[in-house]
């Protein structure tokens, strides 16, 4: 596997870039859209399932947020756990004090953020 | 049934710029600040910028990038870097297949002098389906289901390039820039995913589905998180809470079908 690689990357000299994101970035997450493409085969608008369907990816995504919010990665990290979800709960309340205005809510939750990672930052 | 004959039904261009409005403002802004992170890491293993915008182009799914380069700059073997994004891209699965459904016309057999009529052709529900990602899914699932079935696919394709033109330009400007951000403003950065997900999802929450889902979710993840090896945390909270969502939702509905008589 190894060789095989080493091979491919000597043959595709500064093309190597291109074809390392195509084989295994795209391809790898691209087969589960197509996949899906199939599966919906027949499955009208208001089909049962896809009630079910749309709950397993709303519950998927709401994990999603928690997660980056509960293992933050790099910059996100050196906000003290509280403040990140303070953050979180200040944009939640600016989106239903401004009649469920997303762009208030992303901009509370952003102000609470950056206020208290200059403040964990010195 | 003429029901689609609407005077207000817009023509597919005109839905396609409706498209590309509705993209311009939070949706793209968003991307724009998620997705500059992901030059930088390409820039870190010594990749040209080109690959940097061709993984926002082709992978489309922001995580998946910063694993692909991240694990590149951690020296992590290729064939393991694809099966980590093949496990954590399983997610578009109940994306693609709660959204596809909104867009494909069905195909419709000649009948009573009416000529046939072609359903949406599988290769462009392969197109739509690579532009299914968070963003393009919040987004269409909160404004294709008001729209006239005829106005979808043009609206989504323009929504759906125009933040992803926005996204491979940060992609690209962030290879360039990213090195010397204040860390207080790239914390902000970070965070504009989280924020703008979870708005977009109470958004377009409608029913109590949505609104359980969202919650059993969220509160969730943590626990599961200890119990579920990690790779497949996200999946199984997924696939448990959205059924126990869904379960609860089958619950109150046939209560309240027999409720009139108890």
């Known amino acids: 596997m190894t060789a095989t690689l080493a091979a491919l990357e000597h043959w595709s000299g500064g093309l190597w870039p291109y074809l390392v994101v195509i084989l295994f970035g795209f391809l790898p997450s691209e087969i589960w859209r197509w996949a899906s493409v199939f599966l919906v085969r027949g499955l009208s608008e208001d089909a049962e399932i896809l009630v079910w369907v749309r709950a397993v990816a709303t519950a998927l995504l709401a994990g999603v947020v928690a997660k980056l919010l509960l293992v933050p990665s790099g910059a996100l990290a050196v906000v003290p756990v509280f403040w990140r979800w303070g953050a979180l709960g200040a944009g939640i309340l600016a989106f239903f004090v401004f009649r469920k205005s997303m762009i208030a809510g992303v901009i509370f939750g952003e102000i609470v953020l950056i206020s208290a990672a200059l403040l964990a930052t010195g | ?262």
């Open chain 2, 1 to 262: 049934m003429p029901d689609d004959s609407s005077p207000s039904l817009k023509s597919p261009r005109q839905a396609a710029l409706a498209g590309m409005k509705a993209a311009a403002g939070l949706p793209s802004f968003m991307l724009m600040a998620s997705l500059i992170g992901v030059g930088g890491l390409c820039r870190d293993v010594g990749y040209p910028m080109g690959a940097a915008v061709a993984s926002t182009i082709l992978v489309w799914a922001g995580p998946a990038q910063m694993v692909l380069f991240g694990s590149i700059a951690a020296g992590v073997a290729l064939p393991l870097i694809a099966v980590a994004i093949c496990v954590s891209s399983i997610r578009f699965v109940p994306m693609c297949m709660s959204i596809l459904p909104m867009m494909r016309e069905p195909a419709i057999p000649a009948r009573d002098g009416q000529p046939a009529q072609k359903g949406t052709p599988t290769w462009l529900l392969l197109i739509l389906a690579h532009f299914v990602a968070v963003t393009a899914w919040v987004e269409g699932m909160r404004r294709l289901p008001a729209m006239p079935k005829p106005e979808r696919i043009p609206y989504f394709l323009a929504f759906a390039s125009t933040v992803m033109l926005a996204a491979a330009f940060s992609t690209g400007a962030g290879y360039y820039l990213i090195a010397k951000l204040p860390p207080a403003l790239a914390a902000g950065l970070l965070f504009t995913s989280p924020i703008y997900f979870t708005v977009a999802l109470a958004a377009g929450a409608r029913q109590s589905v949505d609104w359980l889902a969202l919650v059993l979710g969220f509160g969730a993840a943590p626990l599961v998180a200890l119990v579920v090896p990690a790779g497949f945390d996200l999946m199984v909270g997924g696939i448990g809470m959205g059924t126990l969502a869904y379960a609860i939702h089958r619950l109150q509905r046939a209560r309240r079908s027999s409720g009139a008589g108890t």
